[in-house]
């Protein structure tokens, strides 16, 4: 079972990988050849089908995977998974496709109607695909679902891209996604043993509804401020500011996913193992803090100083004005995660409704801020949507000091020299933005006052460095 799971471990790991280097390879080679509008009309069909693939899916998922039992239980709760998903996917296909005028009304780009039609089928290919993935992963066969991975980020490298080039537009993406989808859809079917039977048990019904009903109300609740995004930047700006915006958020997740990717689950599972040790848990909450706070906050500073640079890199002259917006979503965002190994703290401790409530009440606090802000132009409608996600701060650290014995000031004396250092790379960049220089000498200039504060950092934490060598590196036999 151990050889199992550890195949499986790296399996999944390869699976990360492959994701995380093609995905973001054919996302900036279209960036490169389509424009923000191009990419704003898709983010209108793309919202709409993530509300509606959290309904279609009901959270069956994650419970097909908790239940244990005979084979002929686990025969009937997968035909009662597959009975759902198939049949709320059908539902929510076809209603996305009569009523995709209406939809792109709503969200005030009428040219994003055909597109909705078109992208309903994932609905229903994503419904049909629910009990073969549950089953995959149950079994630990990540080797098959690395491939199907593959297949998933891979599809639209091979078909948006010769499309996109052959002048095809936003429909470079649709194809690409829309064909990726229906490609892994058809490869589970092939490759499973499982097939449905139309067999109902109502009482074992009602008990799958109530456990994963749940999960989808906390996923709404994580959807909706990114739905409200695209509603009010589609319906008070420009099919090109929703591009932007989208594009940017899209940049920040591909570079988290990057860089933490890989340390966010690996700290929840220690947290987990080590969570009743009291002092041990706060040492270990605190040193992630730090190295998590430290990445996140200096990749968003980088991406900050360097964000004209990088605009004209990765992006065609269409795309004028995207920097600022990027660099702004970087820079806040990225000192966002100071509170994130806190909250996985609380997470590792059973405290899932803390985080949930946070969450909720973020969500219902933002939509008015976020409606009157919207007024006030993208720029400032992307600072204000960034500081909102602050908000869950208190309620994490108020609980974080309670249950962890963290507090905010802990975390804050934890992490100085970051914020002291990071915060004196903005205000020099600051200074020689305001010098007038050539492109060459400016982006020297800006490598030297990113630099320096990188380095002070380093040296101010020399004894910390040599204690994580020690802690990951291997022992001299």
């Known amino acids: 079972m151990r050889n199992k799971i550890f195949k499986a471990t790296l399996w999944s790991l390869f699976s990360e990988i492959i994701a995380k280097v093609i995905g973001p390879i054919g996302f900036l080679v279209l960036t490169k050849i389509l424009s923000p509008k191009d990419f704003g009309v898709v983010a209108v069909a793309t919202t709409i089908l993530g509300f509606v693939n959290i309904i279609s899916d009901l959270g069956i998922g994650k419970v097909l995977i908790q239940e244990k039992g005979d084979d002929e239980y686990l025969l009937k709760i997968n035909n009662i998974g597959f009975l759902i998903n198939s049949a709320l996917g059908v539902l929510l296909c076809l209603l996305m496709i009569v009523f995709s005028t209406e939809l792109a009304l709503f969200f005030g780009n009428t040219e994003s109607s055909m597109v ?12 049909l695909s629910t009990v073969q993935i549950s089953n995959k992963k149950k079994s630990l066969n990540f080797k098959f679902l ?21 002048g095809g537009g936003y429909w ?43 999960n989808s109300l906390d996923q709404i609740f994580v959807w909706l401020p990114l739905g409200v995004d695209t509603f009010l930047i589609s319906r008070y700006m420009t099919s090109g500011d929703l591009g932007i915006y989208s594009t940017s958020r ?62 004209q890199i990765f992006f065609n002259s269409k795309w004028v004005g995207i920097s ?20 996985e703290g609380l997470r590792s401790k059973g405290f899932f409704k803390i985080t949930a409530i946070s969450t909720t009440v973020l969500s219902l606090v933002s939509i008015p801020v976020l409606f009157i802000s ?15 996600l602050y908000l869950t701060d208190p309620i994490i650290y108020y609980f974080s000091k309670k249950i ?43 490598a030297i006052v990113y630099g320096i504060p990188l380095f002070v950092f380093l040296y101010l934490e020399k004894d910390e460095i040599v204690k994580y060598k020690k802690m990951f590196g291997k022992e001299k036999v």
Do not use: H
Not at 149 to 158: D, E, K, N
Not at 410 to 436: G, H, P, Q, Y
């Open 116 to 127: 909705i039609k078109v992208m309903a089928a994932q609905v229903l290919f994503n419904s």
């Open 146 to 166: 690395f491939y199907l991975r593959l297949i998933t980020v891979g599809t639209p490298l091979l078909v948006s891209i010769p499309i996109a080039f052959a």
């Open 172 to 214: 470079a993406i649709v194809w690409g996604q829309v064909l990726g989808s229906f490609l892994s859809t058809l490869a589970l079917w092939v490759n499973s043993k499982w097939k449905p039977k139309f067999q109902i048990d109502f009482d074992l019904l009602k008990q799958i509804l109530s456990k994963s009903s749940w």
């Open 250 to 311: 899209t940049l920040f997740s591909t570079a988290i996913s990057l860089s933490l990717g890989a340390i966010m689950p690996v700290i929840f599972s220690v947290y987990s193992e080590i969570s009743t040790d009291e002092s041990r848990l706060k040492k270990t909450i605190l040193s992630s803090q730090k190295i998590i706070f430290f990445i996140s906050s200096f990749m968003g500073v980088g991406v900050y100083v360097f964000r004209e640079l990088i605009e």
């Open 324 to 343: 600022d917006v990027f660099g702004i979503l970087f820079l806040l965002m990225g000192f966002e995660y100071f509170s994130g190994a806190v909250d």
């Open 374 to 388: 919207i007024k006030y132009g993208i720029i400032v409608y992307v600072v204000v949507r960034v500081l909102l």
């Open 404 to 446: 962890l014995g963290v507090s905010f000031f802990d975390c804050f004396i934890n992490t100085k020299n970051i914020i002291l250092c990071s915060l004196s790379a903005v205000f020099f960049d600051f200074l020689i933005s305001r010098l007038e220089l050539s492109a060459l000498m400016l982006n020297l200039a800006k």
